[in-house]
Each structure stands twice: as structure tokens, then as C-alpha cells.
């Protein structure tokens, strides 16, 4: 088990490589996992310093306490945020047309709805994340409930041990009615994400429960 004080250092220096990142963000650590406060100017920002931190090997979670300040120069009404929403999930090729809906208030960009896959919620929420004077985005699109192929428990694991950055072997998967159970324990976020991940890949997945363990 890594010491919090070299996770510190090197959350911070991750955060400080990060080009994406250009403000000073405070680090605290305690028992593995992160809190990072400060401000930031977008975003995407925010999110790139969560990603940063969740990068470094021994950490078990990230809490985000970081405020989002916009430039004046990237202020935008709710409206014109709504608007130039609406059109980056029109023109994003892998989002279903008229299938995700967007509220905005005070800068925060609401996604709702119903699509075929994760890939396709993701691919929305990753489309309206950078715009000028968005200040956050909750995602609330929901997956339809389709037929799960009867082979789709060999599949998951067939992907899982495909994955060059994961460690399958201790994984264990669990598949009942759309829903995946993955236990069992991991070394990092990062293989944790890679295996959640593939797990939402399935075809018919509309829910994943993460009951693995971080070890490293």
C-alpha cells in the first residue's frame, strides 16, 4: 500500500504535466483517496484534473472539489448554450437523432432521454462537455431495455482478457437481466475503469454494479 504522502506527490506531478491544466490545484490524501479543491476555468478542465488524478497508481478514488469559474469571455446566456448544445448532438454521428434532450440552468447542461447503448450516452455527454459557458453537465440519459444475448457473460470476460492494461484473471462477472455484477480485485482506476468499461459494452447492459476492489 502506497504512503498518502507519495500519492500526493504524485497526483500533483501528474496534474502538473497535464497540459490541459494551467491553474493551481490543491491536493489532499487521506487513506488513498483524493480531494482537489480550487478553480479551475472551464469544465473540461475540471474534468481533465479528476482524470489526472485517477491516473496515478494507488489511488482509490477522487473527490472533485473544484469550482468552476468562467472568463467573461467564455460567458454564454443558458439559451445560447441550449442552442449550441442541441446542434452538437444533431451533428455528432454516433448520438441517435431526437433521442437526447437538454435542459440548461445557470450554466449547468442537463442531458435526458433514451438510447440504444453506453457508447451512445457517453458519445452525448462528450460532445456538449467543452462548450463556451458550461459550468457542469449531468448526464441522465437512460439505456433501453433490450434482449441480452445468452452469451453475453463469455463475451464480457473474453473482452475483459483481451485488454492489454488489465489484469482479468481475479475479475469476477455476474450478468442477470441486463444488469452486470463485476467483483473481485483490481490494482488501479484505471484497470477498474477499463473493466467497467467493458462491461458496459455489452449489447442489452443497462446497468453495471462495481463491487471490485482496488488493491494497489
Known amino acids: 500500500m502506497r504512503r498518502d504522502m507519495d500519492l500526493k506527490k504524485d497526483v500533483m506531478e501528474e496534474l502538473a504535466w497535464d497540459r490541459h491544466i494551467d491553474e493551481g490545484i490543491d491536493v489532499h490524501v487521506a487513506d488513498g483517496i483524493v480531494t482537489l479543491s480550487g478553480q479551475v476555468g472551464s469544465y473540461g478542465k475540471k474534468l481533465a484534473a479528476e482524470h489526472a488524478a485517477l491516473r496515478v497508481s494507488g489511488v482509490k478514488g477522487v473527490v472533485p472539489n473544484i469550482d468552476v469559474s468562467l472568463p467573461p469571455e467564455h460567458e454564454r446566456t443558458d439559451e445560447d448554450i441550449a442552442t449550441a448544445a442541441s446542434m452538437a448532438l444533431h451533428w455528432n454521428s454516433l448520438v441517435p437523432r431526437n433521442s437526447v434532450k437538454v435542459i440548461v440552468e445557470n450554466g449547468v447542461l442537463s442531458l435526458s432521454g433514451e438510447v440504444a447503448g453506453d457508447f451512445q450516452r457517453q458519445a452525448a455527454e462528450k460532445a456538449v462537455r467543452h462548450l463556451f459557458g458550461v459550468k457542469a453537465v449531468r448526464n441522465d440519459i437512460s439505456i ?32 442477470n437481466d441486463g444488469t452486470v455484477t463485476l467483483s473481485g480485485p483490481v490494482s488501479s482506476s484505471a484497470e477498474r475503469n477499463a473493466a467497467l468499461h467493458a462491461a458496459w459494452s455489452g449489447p442489452g447492459i443497462t446497468r453495471v454494479v462495481d463491487n471490485m476492489e482496488l488493491t494497489g
Open 144 to 175: 433501453k431495455s433490450d434482449i441480452v444475448p445468452r452469451d453475453i457473460k463469455s463475451k464480457i470476460v473474453a473482452s475483459l482478457h483481451r485488454q492489454a492494461q488489465l489484469d482479468a484473471e481475479n475479475i469476477a462477472v455476474d450478468v
